[in-house]
């Protein structure tokens, strides 16, 4: 909750804690990427407080946490107002002064939706090469045989399958798998891809899955692998293996037929 109507705050927190929730409050912009890193259901904000920046700063969180529930709460507004921020991707308007009751019944409904519409999609299950990445088990799959991910890892792959062509930077993998913000130097992000890489090249030698974006961070994009070899016989003898004579010849050429 971004907010400095200390009543509000106050009377809206204690209904919070009633119903068994965590709310954490602040009187200023919080950066988007905290927020990534606080991994909430939703957000209550009054872009009064945000000053000139509030657009930009709906726009740049809406735009990067899709699956957050954004609900304004603000004084009087016009309708053109209330327009752009449903078109910025907020999810809900109240205007103030606001019941608690209703501020918590329309932070309940934005998030049933985002849970509802997440869970249809995470459980879905994706192809990707030779891949078949199950989030309902929590596995990846090669013709029926699972790569054995831990969880960490399960979770890494399904991030990068679903911004798949994208690059993702070293700072947000951490941010949106870890949970928290990654710390100077730490290289989890990179001991982990090397795990993954490890076991689907066991899996599928034949395909390249995750590529390195040096400096940046990592791409997900299956390709074929430059190594692969393909199972097709050549056309025909080339000449240094050209029959000696008649019998030769035939002899190969049943023998091939065959095949």
């Not at 870890?178 to 689907?200: E, T």
Request: charged share 25%; hydrophobic share 40%; proline share 7%.
């Amino acid at each position: 909750m971004i907010d400095t109507d200390s009543g509000f705050v106050t009377v809206l927190s204690k209904r919070a804690e009633a119903a068994g929730w965590l709310l954490r409050t602040s009187s200023g912009p919080v950066p988007p990427d905290q927020l990534v890193a606080m991994k909430l259901n939703a957000l209550l904000v009054d872009p009064a407080v945000l000053g000139d920046e509030a657009w930009r700063y709906l726009d740049r969180v809406c735009s990067l946490l899709p699956d957050l529930g954004v609900v304004v709460c603000t004084g009087r507004s016009t309708v053109a107002q209330r327009v752009r921020g449903l078109r910025l991707g907020v999810d809900d308007w109240i205007t103030k002064p606001a019941h608690p009751e209703e501020a918590i019944a329309r932070i309940e409904a934005v998030t049933r939706r985002h849970r509802r519409g997440r869970h249809e999609t995470e459980s879905a299950p994706v192809a990707a090469g030779e891949l078949e990445i199950r989030p309902d088990r929590f596995q990846a799959f090669v013709s029926g045989e699972s790569l054995d991910l831990t969880r960490r890892e399960f979770e890494l792959l399904h991030l990068l399958a679903g911004t798949q062509g994208q690059v993702l930077e070293r700072e947000t993998i951490y941010q949106r798998v870890w949970g928290y913000a990654m710390a100077h130097g730490d290289r989890s992000v990179d001991v982990f891809i090397r795990k993954l890489r490890q076991k689907l090249e066991k899996r599928s030698p034949d395909w390249e899955y995750i590529h390195t974006h040096f400096g940046v961070g990592y791409r997900f994009d299956p390709e074929p692998s430059a190594d692969a070899v393909p199972d097709t016989p050549p056309a025909g003898p080339t000449p240094s293996q050209a029959p000696l004579d008649d019998q030769s010849s035939q002899v190969v050429h049943k023998s091939f037929t065959a095949a």
